[in-house]
């Protein structure tokens, strides 16, 4: 089955530990996307990457950072500097290229900052 | 900047009751809507799409929606809705020249009792 896979489902850090959320697709798709959900906010952009080895910030990429080595890897590292990491994290991807994409989601990491 | 708004928070309704849930984005030019739902426990996936030609576009489920643009709205409509539509549901809009992001509304949780 095609589709994009995010590991750990849930997450647990202790303040001050940076921690790395896996976004795997296989979709053959180009562009991929993080985005963070909190209660009332929607979802808000942290960080997109159109094609491998590029990546660029979203709206709240402050405290986060990124990596696109692999076409169908998207790794997010959440860093002691974002000052609210908890939250729900989704992850996705489309073909890229276009504004009439569908975006195509994966099923979340909930990291609970403790 | 470019923003949704969707001003119900939270619907509560009863099976068989009618559904509207309003969209509204603040840019001028041209843009493509979305619509996308969150079922509890589920992925984010696209309930349906209007890029243009007729403004009322019909989505999985029974749900429709028509684009008004005078009013800057991409309103959600359901006939009559079911215990299984309980779920969250997002608007969201992206500008259709070049690369733009899609901006997520901040999303209507709909509680439908039996």
């Known amino acids: 089955d095609g589709g994009i896979t995010q590991s750990p489902k849930y997450l647990f850090r202790k303040e001050g530990q940076n921690v790395t959320l896996s976004c795997e697709q296989n979709?053959?798709?180009?562009?991929m996307y993080w985005y963070r959900q909190d209660p009332g906010q929607g979802l808000r952009l942290i960080y997109y990457?159109?094609?491998?080895?590029?990546?660029q910030k979203g709206d709240i990429a402050e405290g986060y950072s990124v990596s696109r080595e692999k076409k169908e890897s998207f790794p997010l590292t959440v860093t002691s500097a974002q000052k609210n990491p908890t939250a729900f994290y989704l992850c996705?991807?489309?073909?890229?290229?276009?504004?009439?994409?569908?975006?195509?989601f994966g099923p979340g990491t909930r990291l609970t900052v403790l | 900047a470019q923003s949704v708004s969707q001003h119900n928070h939270h619907v509560i309704l009863s099976e068989a009751a009618s559904l509207e849930l309003g969209c509204n984005y603040s840019y001028g030019g041209t843009v493509n809507l979305f619509w996308y739902v969150q079922y509890p426990g589920q992925h984010l996936q696209l309930l349906l799409k209007?890029?243009?030609?007729?403004?009322l576009v019909k989505g999985i489920k029974g749900f429709e929606a028509e684009f008004i643009k005078s009013k800057f709205s991409f309103n959600l409509r359901k006939p009559s809705v079911q215990w299984s539509d309980t779920a969250e549901y997002f608007c969201a809009v992206i500008r259709n020249t070049g690369f733009q992001k899609l901006v997520f509304g901040t999303g209507t949780r709909l509680l439908v009792s039996p």
């Open positions: 996705a991807s489309d073909p890229g290229g276009s504004s009439y994409n569908e975006q195509f």
């Open positions: 979709l053959n798709h180009d562009a």
């Open positions: 990457s159109q094609i491998v080895n590029d990546f």
């Open positions: 209007y890029f243009s030609g007729d403004p």
